[in-house]
């Protein structure tokens, strides 16, 4: 028998990872299972056109962007979408596939997930899309949440 207790909805705060954390949270509630929300915040080093020069960010800039993303997971989940057993937050700084891994390891997760959205071209390519190298590498089982451009579009907020 399938047992979920700990199910981990990693997000960018985009309206595709908001699409995957609805799906997370009813999950969650179906199985009474708390759910992990987690932000990854890549460490940025500012490089100069002469790559030997590189700027050091002020210490502000951390402590200001894990700021933003805490308040930014207290406030993303909707009552409608389902009522999770116990809701976990946290904030990792590094690597998103690392941390992702990590973290479900750590935690004893038995469900991920995760956005994707069609992303092809050069830049998969090269880069590679975070749900499946997640897919690939995660120490438990991935659900990958895809939602349509037009419903992102429509749900993200006007500026």
Wanted: proline share 8%.
């Amino acid at each position: 028998m399938i047992s979920i207790k700990r199910i981990l909805a990693p997000t960018d705060f985009s309206p595709h990872s908001e699409g995957a954390i609805r799906y997370a949270c009813e999950i969650a509630e179906k199985f009474s299972a708390s759910l992990h929300l987690l932000h990854v915040l890549q460490e940025f080093v500012p490089v100069f056109p002469d790559l030997a020069v590189a700027a050091a960010l002020p210490p502000e800039y951390f402590e200001q962007s894990e700021a933003r993303a805490i308040e930014s997971l207290q406030t993303i989940l909707k009552p409608e979408w389902g009522t999770p057993a116990e809701v976990k937050r946290a904030i990792r700084w590094g690597n998103a596939v690392e941390s992702i891994c990590d973290y479900s390891t750590d935690q004893d997760v038995d469900l991920i997930v995760i956005a994707t959205h069609g992303r092809t071209g050069l830049g998969r390519l090269l880069l590679g899309s975070v749900a499946e190298r997640i897919v690939r590498e995660a120490p438990c089982p991935v659900l990958t949440v895809r939602t349509p451009a037009k419903k992102a579009a429509a749900d993200k907020p006007k500026e």
